[in-house]
Antibody, heavy 122, light 107 residues
Framework: QVQLQESGPGLVKPSETLSLTCTVS??????????WSWIRQPAGKGLEWIGR???????NYNPSLKSRVTMSVDTSKNQVSLKLTSVTAADTAMYYC??????????????WGQGTLVTVSS | DIQMTQSPSSLSASVGDRVTITCRAS??????LNWYQQKPGKAPKVLIY???IVQSGDPSRFSGSGSGTDFTLTISSLQPEDFATYYC?????????FGQGTKLEIK
């Protein structure tokens, strides 16, 4: 079964760029036509969808973050990546990657990675 | 953007109780509504998708209903492992959005 694992620096300085990777195991990222999403959760708070990238590279971003977000797929490494520029303390959160499954016109997130905590601080 | 509002925000209940959590969308989302369960320190996991389809492997005590703007998650008989936070999420259109969560606690 497919498993996702996020990785990246746990500490990022304000105004710098947050870069995370989601490594997919148990299946080839290019074998199915999936969207891969990034979702974040500040400590003790709710979930915010950041955006998604399609296996072939198409993207959709949350307008609230669109100017700062870039997502991409590296099929040779079976990885999905997230870059968020000009970070502030408000970007401190647990960051999850998740695959989007589809049934007809319905879609949902499954599975999720375990998450990686990113703290923005000098 | 579509706003999702859950109620209540928190709920105390006992093992064996029947519990209902509601989720309202700011516009019609047909049946494009999913429910997730999140335990402390863990990633969310899907419980119900397409408003009423229980994820394979999840107990039949969980059920979902609704369409349009109003949805419910029902747990027919609470078990100790059900105490967690529950989120609804609309997948009708991007940007996808989640409810603020309902924390289910032991009474």
């Amino acid at each position: 079964q497919v498993q996702l694992q996020e990785s990246g620096p746990g500490l990022v300085k304000p105004s710098e760029t947050l870069s995370l990777t989601c490594t997919v195991s148990g299946g080839s990222i290019s074998s199915g036509n999936y969207y891969w999403s990034w979702i974040r959760q500040p400590a003790g708070k709710g979930l915010e969808w950041i955006g998604r990238v399609y296996t072939r590279g198409d993207t959709n971003y949350n307008p609230s973050l669109k100017s700062r977000v870039t997502m991409s797929v590296d099929t040779s490494k079976n990885q999905v990546s997230l870059k968020l520029t000009s970070v502030t303390a408000a970007d401190t959160a647990m960051y999850y990657c998740a695959r989007e499954r589809r049934l007809g016109s319905n879609n949902w997130f499954d599975p999720w990675g375990q998450g990686t905590l990113v703290t923005v601080s000098s | 953007d579509i706003q999702m509002t859950q109620s209540p925000s928190s709920l105390s209940a006992s093992v064996g109780d029947r519990v209902t959590i509601t989720c309202r969308a700011s516009q019609s989302i047909s049946s494009h509504l999913n429910w997730y369960q999140q335990k402390p320190g863990k990633a969310p996991k899907v419980l119900i998708y397409a408003a009423s389809i229980v994820q394979s492997g999840d107990p039949s005590r969980f059920s979902g209903s609704g369409s349009g703007t109003d949805f419910t998650l029902t747990i027919s008989s609470l078990q100790p492992e059900d105490f967690a936070t529950y989120y609804c999420q609309q997948s009708y259109t991007t940007p996808y959005s989640f409810g603020q969560g309902t924390k289910l606690e032991i009474k």
